[in-house]
């Protein structure tokens, strides 16, 4: 069960944002009508791309939850079944592999099996910090996703009392910042974010609240006038967003228009990418998507290598990738604002993952270091 306002939703939140409508006005805005016209089945699907039979296989024989919005399914390349996009959106028949997935993964993840008693909508990793989860359904369901037990799989089943979260969240003043997540919270009606936003503003001990979203990339058409308003302005609680954009392809006029319009209400927005085997994880691809990203005003901020979750083993990459990329397309090739920080995120927290390729070596009188180009300078060794 859904509570919003104290108010019981009993039908899916699609239904919901239908009903929604209906009610209150008499024309729909495009992204409502991307969200209820989701490619997901095989029918619409056959519009957009050219169906391999192993793609046919993988959707015939998945229960779990899978599409994206038809603007993100036209981004697709309709005859390359390795269009970075695709991989992204279509079921393969590898996801019913697992080697390395944790199985109960989110459980493990988010410490839900710990002693601390916290509502269904709070996972915790850190003491000042915290995620609060407040829908389950996304633009996109993704392959890789790594809460794909609770949005793709749905075998976790969770309760989303926002209320009942706010209320923890007010109750423990060790708390700084709230990340408000899903699912992908800005499928809510512009109302409800309104709603978790000034509540969130009202408790004293918060100092800053963030969005994860990827509906500036999957569907750029959510920020709208109505949602900037909510959104934007200035405050003393300041709102900052995160998306997740992994190649160069989902970049278009429409995102950077987003990205502008939440850039000018008062939202600053970062980059958390996804290193994804087959998809971002060669030089090229790596390299143009954080210039990109730069060029459209996206701050890029993680690279995360792919998490423990099941059924997710064809992305993984060998854990020294994510540095090797940054080390060999990104410093000395371009700003040092498009430089991430590659971690892996854990139930302890995100964990660096970057060796120290630039120290060479040290003795009592020098640091010996070397740059990107392999060329090497020195720096004095300085005694504690």
């Excluded at 729909?28 to 989701?38: L, P, V």
């Excluded at 660096?352 to 009188?365: F, S």
Aim: proline share 6%; aromatic share 8%; net charge negative.
């Amino acid at each position: 069960m859904q509570q919003v306002h104290n108010q019981p939703v009993t039908q899916p939140l699609v239904e919901e944002v239908k009903r929604y409508h209906r009610i209150n006005t008499d024309t729909i805005e495009e992204w409502w009508y991307q969200i209820r016209n989701q490619v997901d089945t095989l029918e619409e699907l056959k519009k957009y791309i050219n169906v391999t039979p192993e793609e046919e296989e993988a959707i015939n024989n998945t229960t779990a939850k899978w599409g994206t919005t038809p603007y993100f399914a036209s981004l697709m390349d309709p005859e390359n079944p390795n269009c970075p996009i695709r991989k992204q959106v279509v079921p393969s028949m590898h996801e019913q592999q697992n080697r390395y997935g944790i199985e109960n993964y989110l459980v493990y993840k988010e410490n839900r099996a710990g002693d601390e008693d916290r509502p269904d909508t709070i996972a915790r990793q850190y003491h000042d910090r915290i995620a609060f989860t407040v829908v389950n359904i996304c633009g996109i369901y993704c392959r890789h996703c790594f809460r794909k037990e609770l949005v793709v799989d749905k075998s976790l089943q969770l309760r989303f009392d926002v209320d009942e979260g706010l209320e923890w969240i007010r109750e423990h003043t060790e708390l700084r910042e709230v990340l408000v997540t899903g699912g992908d919270p800005l499928l809510l009606p512009d109302d409800k974010i309104e709603y978790i936003v000034r509540k969130l503003r009202e408790i004293p001990h918060i100092e800053m609240i963030r969005f994860g979203s990827r509906l500036p990339v999957v569907l750029p058409h959510r920020i709208t006038k109505g949602l900037q308003r909510v959104l934007g302005g200035y405050h003393k609680v300041p709102i900052w967003l995160n998306t997740q954009c992994n190649h160069a392809r989902e970049i278009t006029e429409k995102t950077a228009q987003a990205v502008w319009d939440l850039l000018t209400c008062g939202v600053n927005v970062g980059n958390q990418a996804v290193l994804l085997k087959g998809i971002n994880d060669d030089k090229k691809s790596f390299q143009e998507l954080h210039q990109k990203l730069l060029n459209i005003r996206i701050r890029p901020y993680y690279v995360f290598y792919l998490e423990p979750a099941p059924g997710i083993d064809h992305f993984r990459t060998p854990v020294e990738k994510g540095a090797e990329l940054i080390r060999d397309t990104i410093r000395g090739h371009t700003s040092g604002l498009a430089q991430p920080m590659y971690v892996i995120a854990t139930n302890i927290g995100k964990i660096p993952l970057m060796p120290d390729y630039y120290i060479a070596g040290k003795d009592e009188e020098k640091y010996t270091l070397r740059n990107y180009r392999g060329e090497i300078t020195t720096i004095p060794n300085i005694p504690t």
